[in-house]
């Protein structure tokens, strides 16, 4: 699969950023290493799993995203839904006629669901910026960039 992904990922000039789910992310990520692709599991948790489907919503609420015309895509977004619990707000996935479990919308949300943690991140990093003004060789962290593996992180997954 790395293989026949590797030509698109190269067009999109997109081969050290490619995002995956925490199922058998370390080997996965050794072995797309060894075609040149840098894979970035995203640890999918209670406390984080709202939130990337709530940053798909802020992003199509504010225009910006733009879906392709895939009938089965906006079902799945339809049939979404939160259920509130003693623990928080919990993400139901109901299965599709076909069998599916709302795959594209699980597939929009890893895609694009830190969009909120990033954009709070990028906040704090300019607050320490504006304020730090006695070291002038401070340069903030580029979110979007390669430098920092989502794998190298402590996280609790």
Not at 14 to 36: F, Y
Not at 42 to 63: E, Q, W
Not at 77 to 105: F, M, S, W
Request: glycine share 6%; aromatic share 8%; proline share 6%.
């Amino acid at each position: 699969v790395f293989d026949e992904m590797l030509p698109d990922l190269i067009a999109y000039g997109c081969t050290g950023s490619v995002k995956t789910d925490q199922w058998a992310a370390m080997p996965l990520v050794e072995i797309a290493l060894t075609r040149g692709i840098g894979l970035s599991p995203l640890p999918i948790t209670k406390a984080n799993k709202f939130k990337l489907y709530a940053s798909v919503g802020v992003r199509l609420d504010s225009a910006y995203l733009s879906l392709p015309p895939m009938p089965d895509m906006r079902q799945d977004l339809l049939n979404i839904k939160k259920r509130i619990t003693g623990d928080g707000v919990k993400v139901i996935l109901p299965e599709t006629a076909d069998g599916r479990h709302c795959d594209y919308a699980a597939m929009l949300a890893l895609l694009i669901g830190d969009y909120l943690q990033s954009s709070a991140e990028v906040a704090k990093r300019a607050e320490v910026v504006e304020t730090d003004d006695d070291d002038e060789d401070f340069v903030p962290h580029d979110p979007y960039g390669d430098d920092e593996l989502m794998y190298n992180r402590d996280d609790d997954a």
